[in-house]
């Protein structure tokens, strides 16, 4: 398998192929799987992403603690509703869905983690609001996310995908940077743009602490996740249009795995610093563990 961006994109070059047709051939070497089973078994992920995506932006998801839930129902509705989001018809829609499939998760639903629970919302808003805007299939997707796959597969050996390991940066960070991979192969972009993108996007979100309130996967985690998208796009668009990270993705990579060793332990899920350790988030804890659901919470 492939230990650094720079492979993957190397591999391209000289076979000619796409990154996912790249990863899809490791995959087979590695797993001694054949391409149909590998197919079929994305294209259920594919699924799961779908129903998680369209159940939160249809109905208000509410999580079991009750500190979070709702919000991609109504920010989907304000949209519906005719409002000009400053984010413009495309990000808004990501946006909501994101929250949307992270929402289904706080709620004990069923998500693809991508790489995490708590980063599940940013791959499938991003791939989703591409295929409703830009008419991709389910083929087109499902090559997408092994695009995506691959470049999971590199942060995960080079630095880590755990918030408990690295911060946020680790699970929202490496999330957006797989779809930034994938969306930008989307829209007809090189295998260059892709690790632009890649790197653009990693870099932009480097530093990011996991402080979750009560320890739960909920607060600040859903609206990561909608600004997730947000970072992913604008990487995509910068990547399209030319724009190169003067850091090369695998140095950004390694850069956050250093962060994410040095970091402080009250950041990286703990729940000790950060919002967690604010005033309101100290009373959301004490609700939530006294079995004591909260009136109302803003995050």
């Not at 249809?58 to 949209?79: D, H, K, Q, T």
């Amino acid at each position: 398998m492939f230990d650094s961006i720079a492979q993957l994109v190397a591999e391209a070059g000289v076979t000619g192929h796409s990154l996912h047709e790249v990863i899809i051939e490791a995959e087979m070497a590695n797993s001694g799987k054949p391409r149909d089973h590998l197919m079929s078994r994305m294209g259920k992920r594919l699924e799961i992403m779908q129903r998680a995506a369209a159940q939160g932006i249809s109905e208000p998801v509410m999580s079991i603690s009750g500190i979070s839930g709702g919000s991609a129902y109504r920010f989907w509705n304000w949209l519906d509703a005719g409002h000009e989001p400053l984010t413009g018809p495309i990000l808004s829609r990501a946006v909501a869905r994101a929250m949307a499939v992270n929402e289904v998760n706080a709620g004990m639903g069923c998500i693809v983690a991508t790489p995490t629970a708590g980063s599940a919302g940013i791959l499938p808003a991003v791939l989703l609001t591409l295929q409703e805007v830009r008419g991709f299939s389910d083929a087109d997707l499902v090559n997408a996310l092994f695009t995506a796959s691959g470049v999971g597969m590199v942060i995960v050996r080079r630095a880590h995908v755990s918030g408990a390991a690295g911060g946020c940066q680790a699970e929202t960070g490496s999330a957006a940077a797989m779809a930034a991979a994938a969306a930008v192969e989307l829209l007809g972009g090189t295998p260059n743009q892709s690790a632009h993108a890649v790197a653009i996007t990693l870099k932009n979100m480097l530093g990011l602490v996991c402080d979750p309130v009560a320890g739960l996967v909920e607060v600040p985690c859903v609206k990561r996740n909608a600004a997730g998208a947000a970072q992913c796009f604008i990487a995509v668009d910068l990547a399209l249009a030319g724009v190169e990270s003067v850091i090369p993705a695998d140095e950004v990579i390694d850069a956050m795995a250093q962060i994410g060793r040095r970091m402080d332990e009250r950041f990286k899920e703990t729940a000790q610093g950060g919002l967690a350790a604010t005033p309101t988030g100290r009373r959301l804890a004490e609700l939530v563990w006294a079995d004591k659901k909260p009136v109302s919470a803003k995050s």
